[in-house]
């Protein structure tokens, strides 16, 4: 049995820039936005694609490619469900992955998490890129926000951040937001709230913030 890990848990203001912990800054938001509408615009297309007739996608289909040798994954869970208009919301992931860490953990745990997917029916789809330097990004869309919180408490999710992320991982922060009109929709990422893990600290330093009204790629304050 993996044994308890220790955390040192702060609460941090929304344009707060932790001492030590530049992967926690206020800063790191316009980027993660940006990379965040990128991978709903990749799923966006595929959606929209599906809409036409123009591809043939099977609920937890995984749709694989690669830009300029980088890996790209998207699955669409529910199809049908990603065509409605309203809102959806979000999970975003930002890992640092230890460059001579072995890396087959994370990879099979990101596996077991997409099969995984079919006993959480409000988990819309996932979406995974790599980047450079070790990067990985991932977003979730879901129906409500109880749906992150159920899949939250799964034993591979468990599993996942207890066990595997802090072998394989510097530094983790997860957004969690929402898209104002849907997928099909034109709208952007809106995110709300984000948590920080740094496991090169002993104890972990683990942090969350708040964002009254919103943080959008489009706008420098709330989002309306």
């Not at 979730?140 to 749906?147: Q, S």
């Amino acid at each position: 049995m993996t044994a308890p890990v220790d955390y040192d848990f702060v609460e941090l203001d929304p344009d707060e820039d932790p001492a030590d912990h530049p992967f926690a800054s206020a800063d790191r938001y316009k980027s993660d936005l940006s990379l965040l509408n990128y991978l709903l615009q990749d799923l966006r297309v595929l959606v929209r694609r599906y809409a036409k007739g123009e591809i043939a996608v099977a609920p937890h289909d995984v749709i694989t490619w690669e830009v300029h040798g980088l890996q790209r994954r998207t699955v669409m869970c529910d199809p049908e469900r990603l065509l409605d208009p309203g809102p959806v919301y979000i999970v975003g992931f930002f890992g640092d992955r230890r460059a001579g860490a072995d890396q087959r953990p994370i990879d099979a745990s990101e596996f077991d998490l997409i099969d995984e997917f079919r006993s959480y029916p409000g988990i819309l789809s996932y979406s995974s890129t790599e980047l450079v330097d070790h990067y990985w990004s991932n977003l979730v869309v879901h129906t409500h926000p109880n749906d992150r919180d159920a899949w939250r408490h799964s034993r591979v999710h468990i599993d996942a951040v207890e066990r595997v992320a802090p072998t394989v991982y510097h530094s983790v922060r997860i957004h969690n937001g929402f898209i104002r009109d849907g997928v099909t929709g034109s709208r952007t990422v809106t995110l709300v709230r984000s948590k920080y893990w740094d496991y090169d600290t002993d104890p972990v330093w683990v942090a969350c913030r708040d964002l009254p009204g919103g943080q959008s790629e489009s706008l420098t304050g709330p989002a309306t």
